[in-house]
């Protein structure tokens, strides 16, 4: 890499890290036979340990790309196909299903919706999902026809994988990052020990950054939330996904295998994709978004968990791979010049590398201004809220409970998940307080309630469910006591 100096390269993330105000970060970068990791900062907050190269970091979405690696290896094998249709007639309420592969779990073309509620409230197992829970939900559209973003398609996908494989997810994810040679993964819903990074925030009073709790992965989230990787874990990835060989294990996948992975199999519209401004989508693969930039082509992902965020960026044909993770919830901005820390840091990477110019990170340009203030919600009308009030059943989602807390406030009650119930401009809605997970459901609303049920909008894209009530106990007759 001697177009870009590494004093160079240090001095730009320094500058980019006080502009953006992060905390701690790893940078890293794969070109060819080289490979640098760049940790930068500090695990949390002040006063916590400086970051290394074995500091790992929450992958989130990112763990698709690595999934999608590990089923490959199945495919290899001859254990199943990517196109080979499993889950056939799972979800007869929806279109036409012809079942749904592999290969449309894991690009988001399954068109089964992601069910955000479902996944948070961490109330069944995806087996029990697979088995018996989805052939009472629906789908707007059939597999391969539209991209869904599902979390939900993509744990089905891994726990296909784990019955055809016949071990568990977490032994076949384990497996692959062992020959990888990715030493410090770690796979579990607590958090990593050890050299983990946490999150922070910039606290303007203590003139300081501030270290955040680590939030505990669902147990059927795990696939997703429950992987934590490295620098160097990283760069060991980044060299399989451009090469399919690692330096101890040599070839782990051929080419026909790597590049089924990296081929897009559904549109992808523009604004499913959040990156930065010039980076066109094209089409989402195995785990990775294709992309166009300029007049190279690309594969990226990004990835949040925990308050943290990672973006890896690839250009096969260049043989150049970028990878940055950070311990501050610094989002896409695609509006922002640049996006975000992230896309300024990797991007100005990439072009410095394949250009051969100096390494220089944009200044952070002003951010749009988020509206502010919400619409204030109120009780819902007594007569209403008496009606409402009780437990509900589906055979797709299990029990829900609408009931005043201790403090009289009302409340809806799924598994683990507990938020207020509101009015707001004539609509009954549930909101789930800042930071719970379901807040991706935005918000649940009640759209019918009747003396034997109740209709729910339990995910944006398809009609409400209804919820049958679920009769009082009828309390025990007391049995007079007779005298002696």
Known sequence: ????????????????????????????????????????GHRGGAGSPPTSAHTVYPMGCLSRCVGAATVARLVREGVTSWDAPHLVGAMPAGPPDRGCSLGD????????????????????SIADIAAHRLRHLTARWGPGTRYVHSELSYLLACHLASELGGQGWRSMLSALLTDVAAKDAYLGRAPAPGDAARPAIWGAEAGAFLSQPIGT??????????????????A?????????????RGRLLGAEHLDRIRQSRIKVPRFASPHAADVVPQGYALGWLEASRHTRRLLVHSGTASGMRGLVVLLPAERVGVGVFCNVDDPHVPTGQPCCFRCAVAFGLV??????????????????????????????????????????EHPGFGRVTFVDDSSGQATFRYASLSAAVCARSGTLAVDWPPGQAATGQSPLVVEGVDADHVD?????????????????????????????
């Open 217 to 234: 992965a669902s147990a059927l989230a795990e696939p997703i939330d429950g992987l934590w990787l490295s620098g160097s874990d990283m």
């Open 236 to 248: 060991a990835l980044i060299r399989f996904f451009l090469t399919g060989c690692t330096p101890d």
């Open 456 to 484: 729910l909008r339990m995910e944006s894209s398809v009609a409400p469910f209804r919820f049958v009530r679920v009769p009082a106990p009828s309390a025990a007759p007391v049995r007079a006591r007779r005298g002696r």
């Open 105 to 124: 779990l894991m690009s988001h073309s399954s068109g089964i919706p992601t069910y955000t509620i479902l996944l948070d409230a961490d109330a069944v």
């Open 1 to 40: 890499m001697v177009e870009v100096r590494t004093e160079d390269v240090v001095a730009a993330v320094d500058v980019a890290m006080a502009q953006w105000r992060i905390a701690g970060a790893t940078v890293v970068v794969v070109r060819d036979d080289d490979t640098w990791v760049l940790p930068r």
């Open 351 to 392: 072009d410095a590398l394949l250009d051969r110019r100096p390494f220089v990170v944009p200044e952070r340009g002003p951010r749009p201004v988020a509206p502010t203030g919400t619409i204030a919600g109120t009780r819902p009308e007594p007569d209403i809220w008496q009606r409402l009030r009780g437990d509900y």
